[in-house]
């Protein structure tokens, strides 16, 4: 009985913790491109960050990339690449994503 009684608050206190951090039950798994926005070639080597997280993905040779995470969505990210200007973005949508950079 003792037991049960120390079980039942903590997961009380686990359920509530879960909840204010904004974790999904699920991965969350965001696919996107990242684009230059004069020319709409697909940007490679641009390194794409999940602000409240330590989750984070390279783009590939065709500007692709996945992220998983285990937040719920909307969450918000962060991309650069040394050739364009930095972008700070809230993620709404976790598919056919389309980030476009704009040239320094």
């Known amino acids: 009985m003792k037991a049960l009684l120390f079980i039942i608050p903590l997961t009380i ?8 951090w ?5 991965p969350v798994i965001i696919r996107g ?8 070639v697909p940007v490679q080597q641009a390194y794409i960050h999940i602000t409240a997280g330590e989750e984070e993905a390279i783009t ?13 969505l909307p969450v918000e990210c962060t991309v650069e690449h040394k050739d364009f ?5 809230t993620i709404t949508d976790n598919n056919n994503l389309i980030i476009v950079l704009q040239a320094k």
């Open 85 to 89: 200007i930095k972008r700070k973005m």
């Open 22 to 26: 904004n974790v999904s039950a699920s």
């Open 60 to 72: 590939a040779k065709d500007g692709s990339f996945i992220i998983k995470t285990w937040q719920s």
């Open 33 to 40: 491109k990242v684009v230059a926005k004069q020319s709409n």
């Open 13 to 20: 206190v686990s359920y509530s913790l879960y909840n204010h």
